[in-house]
């Protein structure tokens, strides 16, 4: 594999996931506050509690449309990790606003989060792979708009963002609400 084009559209899908995440925290959504607070209460974790097989379709599905992206020249790529970005960021910056700790958020995010994010920024890398080799194409830096290499590299994001999005879905299913219980029951 080529690992500096990867790191340039690793750095493209981080850039966009982070621009969404940065101004998810200038907009002021309505109603942004009650969604939060009803779907994360700290006083019913029992709402966390949701189906592996509900948690791992909804990823998937996100998934799909940032890997998918690829064919229709990285439109869904994008749109998909500035959302995801937005969505993130919207959840916590207004979580904090309405007081709820970093604690808090930490547990309710973390043990999954840590699998979820680096799987939507290398899918992003996946939905930007083939369009990134066309450009190069045309601008003159290669024979071949698509070699063997560039589709095993999209099909090898492509695997290991599949893989890593089935082991978030079930640490968020099994893992993520027993931490959070567990060490929310000893917090003051």
Do not use: C
């Amino acid at each position: 594999m080529n690992f500096k084009i990867n790191y340039i559209i690793i750095f493209i899908s981080i850039l966009i996931y982070l621009s969404g995440f940065f101004v998810s925290a200038a907009i002021e959504l309505p109603n942004s506050g009650k969604m939060f607070k009803s779907s994360v209460n700290p006083i019913n974790l029992n709402k966390l509690r949701t189906s592996f097989k509900m948690i791992l379709l909804n990823n998937l599905e996100d998934i799909i449309l940032v890997i998918g992206g690829s064919f229709l020249f990285s439109l869904t790529t994008v749109l998909n990790l500035f959302y995801n970005g937005f969505y993130f960021g919207h959840l916590l910056f207004h979580a904090l606003h309405m007081g709820y700790s970093v604690e808090y958020l930490i547990l309710l995010t973390a043990p999954h989060g840590i699998f979820e994010v680096p799987t939507i920024i290398i899918a992003g890398a996946a939905g930007f792979k083939i369009p990134y080799e066309i450009v190069r194409y045309l601008a003159g830096k290669k024979e071949q708009p698509l070699t063997k290499e560039d589709i095993k590299e999209y099909f090898t994001l492509a695997l290991i963002s599949i893989i890593l999005i089935v082991i978030a879905a079930w640490v968020e299913t099994y893992v993520t609400p027993k931490i959070a219980e567990y060490f929310l029951s000893n917090l003051d």
